[in-house]
């Protein structure tokens, strides 16, 4: 089983249902990455800040010298962390980030947030986090959103990235960005569960052709391993009443409910799993379609509640403020 595509406006096409590569061990990277292409998974979303693109590249080089994909089956996703955002640093950090995955492009390649900070040497640390040369303090850059998305839109000219797009950014970003761009962002991914639905921000995104992609689709879930108080202090949607008769009414499980509820309104999604059922549980979540009064009710358990908020890390950027 592979995924459903969505057209992304630079003409390519984006698997609905991808694998997120956030918070998956070094140790096991290269084996996961394998381990889901044979599952049938063929959009792999990285990023240099998770710190481990030289893993997730080694298992797509096995799975292609087995004859399982080609390069062409598979979408590959990186991010410009917010040290690199100056136009002169975009692309080096670009060519060492595809030199890391072992490829010659990216099919997308994302602003990571909207902020710049001081520019750290790879050499002194990678990847480098977001404090300064110090390891300690957090330093802001000089790059304004215009200088940096400049510099991406000559990736796509100079062949290192398919598509462009952004994350983490709001309506008002998004607005500025659309004034001065001369390639519209292809994706716009944010963090997107039943507790956090954005839904202005998403209608917003779509009626200007950009498709969004969902981060941390089962909200407080993805944070506990974190030791996040407000993940902890959150209920589980897995648990939650409403999700779990969906689920039963269904016959699926509350993860799949949940992922439908994203995709089955063109938001496409990218869960991680180290087990080999739930892997093809969370590929099955197109084939099959929620009643509008599952999705209203799913929507209905908006809380406005965030949790990839730097703020909550001790970082002192307020970027969602």
């Known amino acids: 089983m592979t995924s459903p595509t969505v ?3 630079s003409g390519h096409q984006m698997p609905l249902v991808g694998f997120g590569l956030w918070k998956v061990n070094n140790d096991t990277c290269a084996d996961t990455v394998y381990n889901a292409i ?3 998974y063929r959009l792999f979303d990285g990023a240099c800040d998770y710190g481990n693109e030289t893993e997730s590249g080694q298992g797509v080089a096995r799975a292609i010298k087995e004859g399982i994909v080609k390069r062409s089956d598979l979408f590959l996703v990186s991010k410009l962390w917010n040290s690199f955002h100056d136009y002169d ?3 080096p950090i670009c060519k060492k980030q595809l030199q890391d995955w072992g490829i010659d492009y ?3 390649y994302i602003v990571h947030f909207p902020i710049s900070l001081k520019y750290v040497d790879p050499s002194v640390r990678y990847p480098p986090g977001w404090q300064a040369d110090d390891g300690k303090t957090v330093v802001p850059g000089n790059a304004g959103i215009q200088e940096t998305w400049s510099a991406m839109e000559e990736l796509v000219s100079k062949g290192m990235a398919k598509s462009i797009g952004v994350s983490n950014f709001n309506g008002s970003l998004l607005l500025d960005l659309l004034r001065y761009a001369k390639i519209t962002p292809a994706t716009l991914q944010i963090e997107h569960h039943p507790y956090l639905a954005q839904d202005h921000l998403v209608k917003f995104a779509q ?3 950009i498709a969004i992609t969902a981060y941390s689709s089962f909200g407080p ?4 391993e974190l030791d996040m108080q407000r993940a902890k202090d959150t209920p589980l949607l897995f648990d939650n009443q409403t999700v779990k008769k969906i689920a039963e009414k269904h016959g699926k499980t509350p993860a799949q409910v949940l992922l439908r509820w994203a995709t089955q309104r063109d938001v496409a999604v990218i869960p991680k799993s180290n087990n080999q059922h739930r892997l093809a549980q969370n590929l099955d ?3 099959w379609s929620l009643e509008k009064d599952d999705l209203e009710a799913v929507s209905g358990l908006d809380k406005g ?9 001790g970082v002192p950027q307020p970027i969602f403020a």
């Open 285 to 287: 979540v197109t084939g």
């Open 106 to 108: 990216f099919d997308l």
């Open 207 to 209: 009626g200007h052709g």
């Open 38 to 40: 044979k599952s049938g």
């Open 7 to 9: 057209k992304l406006n």
């Open 221 to 224: 879930q993805s944070f506990l």
């Open 305 to 313: 509640l965030r949790f990839n908020d730097p703020m909550i890390y």
């Open 89 to 91: 640093n975009v692309e």
